[in-house]
């Protein structure tokens, strides 16, 4: 059921290694990508999601994953990175049964992989896993420990940084900011809660156009279509839904002075944070902003308590403003100076003897 592929390959882009998944009596099918483990076991989550084909969801996988190395590194979490990617199946199938042979594949790496709660999966989800790996997290919360949806510490996360990233880079406060929000699900909405109470101007936008208006009106703001989102006059862009959203295609349209959201893999390509730079426009690199869930996800595993996920979110801003004060400081997009980051740090401990 569940083949491996192993990728022996010195290139950063590539993973350590590849466990693919297919078994066709529950209908799970896809690929856990471990990119690295130089730092500890290998921590993402689990995306559940319709992809036009197996490679593209092998390569959502790997970008994915890469992605983690980077977050878990620069958010000082002993993990290294990981995502796991499923195929959602097109007609009728036995979810629990799914995830139970999803968690077989997790089982079968041996605490390589420390899997979680991601796009298209729940709490619920996890705790079918759980009952047959305890290499998970994102469970039901216990007392007085970590655990639970990370989606409002993700957004909280967010929500310092980019308050940390409007006051280094615009001079002032949200309340004094129009925010284009992309994308009101979990995450999104929460960190509409957080703005709104703010006092930061909302303009929202989301494939649920309901779901759209409910949370503007809750906090007095206004909707956009999908498509008329990026093109809008506001300070900044916070991006909360898929990736690849900043390209070739939607940079030249973009009418802010910062990008700061929850989206992983915001940039298309490496060379699009070169564009945004080469704009003028401000870029808080999203495995940076974003890492309030893999930090609630993995004290929930190694289990920390509340108070230390709240002290590593706190940590969130000033680790933006550092790479934001480096960018200006070396004429660098700040997506590159946080890929530096990350490297160097997973580079030294890998240079650590067993």
């Known amino acids: 059921m569940v083949p491996s592929t192993r990728l022996d390959t010195p290139a ?17 099918r896809g690929v856990i990508a471990l990119h690295s483990t130089a730092l500890g076991p290998a921590a993402g989550g689990c995306r559940f999601w319709h992809y036009a084909s197996d490679q593209d969801a092998m390569n959502d996988a790997i970008r994915l994953a890469r992605g983690m190395s980077y977050k878990n590194a620069l958010a000082g979490l002993p993990l290294g990175g990981g995502k796991a990617v499923l195929q959602r199946p097109a007609g009728a199938f036995d979810r629990e049964a799914l995830f139970t042979a999803f968690a077989e594949a997790v089982e079968a790496l041996g605490g390589q992989y420390v899997t979680a709660e991601d796009v298209g999966t729940s709490v619920g989800d996890m705790e079918v896993v759980a009952r047959h790996t305890r290499h998970v997290a994102g469970l039901t919360r216990r007392e007085g420990r970590a655990g639970g949806d990370p989606s409002p510490w993700t957004a909280l996360g967010i929500f310092k940084a980019m308050r940390a990233a409007a006051r280094h880079t615009l001079g002032r406060d949200l309340d004094q900011l129009t925010v284009a929000v992309q994308g009101v699900g979990n995450v999104g909405a929460h960190l509409c809660s957080l703005l709104g109470e703010a006092g930061a101007k909302l303009i929202v936008a989301d494939i649920d156009p309901a779901r759209a208006r409910t949370v503007a009106d809750a906090h007095g703001g206004s909707v956009v279509s999908v498509d008329e989102i990026l093109g809008v006059e506001a300070d900044v862009f916070s991006p909360n839904a898929l990736g690849a959203v900043l390209n070739p295609q939607t940079i030249p349209a973009l009418k802010v002075a910062l990008v700061c959201g929850g989206a992983n893999n915001q940039l298309a390509t490496h060379e699009d944070g070169y564009a945004l730079f080469q704009r003028g426009i401000a870029y808080a690199p999203d495995y940076v902003v974003n890492a309030g869930g893999i930090i609630n996800v993995s004290a929930e595993y190694l289990g920390e308590t509340v108070e230390e996920v709240e002290a590593r979110i706190a ?17 660098r997009p700040s997506h590159a100076i946080a890929d530096s980051m990350a490297r160097a740090l997973i580079a030294s401990a890998q240079r650590v003897p067993a």
Do not use: F, K, Y
């Open 12 to 28: 950063d882009h590539l993973p350590e290694h590849l466990q693919m998944i297919d078994d066709p009596a529950s209908g799970a």
């Open 315 to 331: 940590a969130i801003p000033g680790r933006v403003e550092q790479i934001l004060q480096q960018a200006a400081q070396d004429n």
